[in-house]
């Protein structure tokens, strides 16, 4: 378990894989918005890799997020596309509808930094996220990500293009948060 000052990252549970597919994958706005592609059902049993920890994929890590006080899942968090030529990652995080606005973004992120910074050894750490979510680019700001650039109207959603923000975070510029 990564612990943060409200949540930890543990391995994914058996238990947690009904909860993430009907909160997050089976909701198709927020599955539109997150994802990167369009959505499409998940089949219950199916080995997705969103759900599903494949230990032979190097290139991705998967985390469930946890409140710490009481284990309570509340979302799902990943570290993927990891090149270890380049020591670079992306993050992404997805929290269940009622964990949101509670700091626990910005409080998973910092644990994800302390994973890819210190655990793994990266140099640099990436995300993307549409231009207008505000929680995930605040979450990121806060842990000293930079806006890098905007991709406009690079990602098709519901019906329109929206632009795309890049946020990059080095390691020589990262801040560990000391609860974490
Ligand atoms: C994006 C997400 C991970 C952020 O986590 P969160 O726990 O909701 O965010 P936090 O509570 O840590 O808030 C971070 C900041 O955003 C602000 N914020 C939170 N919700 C907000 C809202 N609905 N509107 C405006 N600002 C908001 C907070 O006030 C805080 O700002 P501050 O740093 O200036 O104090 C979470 O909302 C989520 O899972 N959303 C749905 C899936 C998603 O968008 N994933 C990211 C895909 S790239």
């Given amino acids: 378990m990564l612990r943060g000052g409200k949540v930890g990252l543990r391995a994914r549970h058996d238990e947690d894989i009904p909860i993430l597919r009907t909160e997050l994958y089976d909701d198709v706005a927020n599955a539109s918005r997150a994802e990167g592609g369009p959505w499409r059902p998940m089949t219950p049993g199916s080995k997705?890799?969103?759900?599903?920890?494949?230990?032979?994929?190097?290139?991705?890590?998967?985390?469930?997020?946890?409140?710490?006080?009481?284990?309570?899942?509340?979302?799902?968090?990943?570290l993927w596309g990891i090149d270890t030529?380049?020591?670079?990652?992306?993050?992404?995080?997805?929290?269940?509808?009622?964990?949101?606005?509670?700091?626990?973004?910005?409080?998973a992120v910092a644990a994800l930094c302390q994973y890819g910074f210190v655990v793994r050894g990266?140099?640099?750490?990436?995300?993307?996220?549409?231009?207008?979510?505000?929680?995930?680019?605040?979450?990121?700001?806060?842990?000293?990500?930079?806006?890098?650039?905007?991709?406009?109207?690079?990602?098709?959603?519901?019906?329109?293009?929206?632009?795309?923000v890049l946020l990059g975070l080095l390691a020589r510029d990262w801040k560990p948060d000391p609860q974490v």
């Fill in 48 to 78: 997705d890799p969103r759900l599903v920890v494949d230990d032979t994929d190097e290139g991705r890590v998967l985390f469930s997020v946890v409140e710490l006080a009481g284990d309570t899942l509340v979302g799902t968090a990943a």
């Fill in 122 to 164: 990266l140099h640099r750490l990436q995300i993307e996220t549409l231009a207008d979510n505000i929680p995930m680019l605040r979450s990121a700001e806060r842990n000293g990500f930079v806006r890098e650039g905007v991709l406009r109207s690079a990602a098709w959603v519901m019906g329109e293009f929206l632009d795309e």
């Fill in 85 to 107: 030529h380049n020591r670079g990652a992306h993050i992404g995080l997805g929290l269940l509808p009622a964990a949101r606005g509670k700091g626990y973004g910005t409080d």
